[in-house]
RNA sequence: CGGGGCGUAGCGCAGUUUGGUUAGCGCGCACGGUUUGGGACCGUGAGGUCCCCGGUUCAAAUCCGGGCGCCCCGACCA
């Protein structure tokens, strides 16, 4: 870890600013496993900001929880043959239990698809039993060469949404819901501005007839999946055979979606909003949205002190905000100051001698450092100004965050040495591309990275230009950059 | 899986080149006191299989051989 004090300042080594900020802001820990982490509570509580935003608004849109084993027989995973082949690298694979081999290897899960398909085969009858729409909040396992905290770890934690349809315009729009639906809740409550986009087909999952995906811009520039919808296609009710009879009497196989969030879209709030503090949360994710420093001088002034603390607490706790009184009396104010700071909580209270008497307290905000994000106001009405105040936070680092990233993307037609100058100096190319495994192939030879997403807000809809590689005619612009 | 770096107290490191007392520093930790509106100070104290195994030597953190682990950068991936 850093310096005794704060976190390797972001401008000068991001990556280890990266490690910085989640181990010193206690997010998490690295593991006695190579690959893997303890997510301490902290982080913990921020997956559970991330859980309950989605999970809510999984419900609204009708679908329920469920929860599928760990352990896949091996023969499953065989059944869907791009399905194997993706995630075959990748696998752990139980051969002995109870100290005897096993007659048949178990997976730990990559993913699900293969058993719950298996189940929905069985539990799918008629046109009357659909759509299937289900979600699990599950860890998965995918054995990495090169891991890094939250962003790619051997397991990780996320959930897994799997639904079947009768028709391929249900389970395409099932799709697309799920996918507005990530970047509601990327955009709302997270603060980080995405865009929506069909991956080509070389980055699409393993199995998917195609994927959807929302792309972050990180700090350093570099893009971030922060989640993804797949159209299955009926590649996988075919393998499980997961079929239902219509309204005709005649059997027809299923379509299905799968689509995730992990832990991973704690990176991204890490890495799209931090700063050279360290981190930075946006209102509505941070487990502490406000914490209170008492200050004093003299043992006698620790008692009105403390009792204005503890009502003002109580006020904001009862108005529903999330506050914290950071009464350790073995610290000073100025390093809780700081401390707090590095953890990214939105707005520090103080309160001292001078605010008992005046009827005031101190309100700093994390997102203008120094004496700038630093005011007196009255007590009362603090609720209301407090609520004004996080609103202001919140729509403020989505501000940022979306003018930095609009700052870096260019769009480029036909000129394949501009379009290397911009993914080059760590800017995204939005650019005709035919999206020809050949063409992908040739940029990723070129430098070192492969598209993002065909963004599904087309900058010309409707018209052509010449693929950035081939120079064959496109009917879509794609953005390029480099990937986490 | 390639390239680079590192492994010495909870954390960050010095010491290793050129083997030699009781292995040291800063932070943190414990106790006492003074402090407290931007990372306090003084005093006392606890804390070490020097990553592991083997070898050389009167003597190894230091030299030699082998192994393991971690971090960073690339190829592959939520």
């Known amino acids: 870890m850093a310096s005794e004090k704060g976190v390797t300042p972001r401008s000068e080594d991001y990556s280890r600013w990266y490690t910085d900020v989640v181990q010193m802001a206690r997010l998490a820990d690295y593991a006695p496993v190579r690959g893997c982490m303890i997510i301490l509570p902290y982080g913990y509580e921020l997956w559970e900001a991330v859980r309950s935003g989605l999970d809510r608004r999984f419900k609204e849109t009708g679908h329920q929880n469920a929860y599928f084993p760990l352990f896949i027989p091996e023969s499953f995973l065989k059944k869907e ?60 396992v995918r054995w990495e060469m090169r891991t890094r905290l939250f962003l790619r770890t051997m397991e990780f934690l996320w959930q897994e949404g799997h639904t079947a349809h009768a028709t391929y315009e249900e389970a395409e729009e099932e799709t697309r819901r799920i996918l507005d639906l ?56 075919k393998a499980f055979n997961i079929q239902y009879l219509d309204v ?45 420093v008492p200050i004093y001088r003299q043992d006698a002034e620790i008692e009105p002190v403390m009792e204005t603390v503890r009502r003002l607490q109580a006020i904001l706790k009862d108005a529903g905000i999330r506050v914290h009184v950071d009464d350790r009396d073995d610290q000073t104010p100025g390093f809780k100051f700081n401390d707090w700071e590095m953890r990214g909580v939105p707005v520090r209270l103080e309160v001292g001698p001078r605010d008992v008497q005046q009827g005031t307290v101190a309100l700093a905000r994390r997102d203008v450092p120094g004496k700038a994000g630093k005011q007196f106001v009255p007590q009362a009405g603090l609720v209301e100004t407090i609520r004004a105040l996080l609103e202001d936070i919140q729509a403020n680092m989505l501000r940022q965050a979306t003018e930095f990233r609009d700052s870096n993307l260019f769009e480029v037609a036909g000129d394949y040495g501009r379009f290397g100058e911009i993914v080059e100096s760590g800017g995204w190319a939005l650019t005709w591309f035919c999206g020809d495994r050949a063409c992908e192939e040739k940029i990723k030879e070129d430098h070192q990275l492969v598209s993002r997403c065909f963004p599904l807000d087309q900058p010309h809809p409707g018209e052509h230009g010449p693929c950035i590689v081939c120079g064959e005619q496109a009917t879509a612009m794609a953005y390029f950059a480099r990937a986490y």
């Open 81 to 140: 043959a791009e399905h194997v082949e993706g995630f075959s690298p990748e696998l752990a694979v139980v051969t002995i239990g109870g100290g005897k081999e096993l007659e048949e290897p178990l997976i730990v899960r990559p993913t699900s698809e293969t058993i719950i398909g298996w189940a929905y085969a069985k539990w799918i009858q008629s046109y009357r039993d659909l759509p299937v729409l289900i979600n699990q909040w599950a860890n998965v």
């Open 182 to 237: 990530y970047a509601d809740f990327a955009v709302n409550d997270a603060a980080i501005p995405v865009i929506k986009g069909r991956k080509s087909n070389q980055e699409k999952f393993a199995g998917a007839l195609h994927s959807y995906a929302i792309e972050a811009m990180m700090g350093d520039k570099r893009a971030l999946q922060a989640g993804t919808s797949h159209n299955l296609g009926q590649n996988f009710a």
């Open 248 to 292: 005709n009497n005649e059997l027809q196989y299923c379509w299905t979606t799968s689509w995730g969030v992990s832990t991973r879209m704690i990176g991204a709030i890490v890495m799209v909003h931090g700063d050279d503090k360290g981190l930075r949360l946006p209102p509505r994710m941070a487990p502490i949205q406000v914490v209170i």
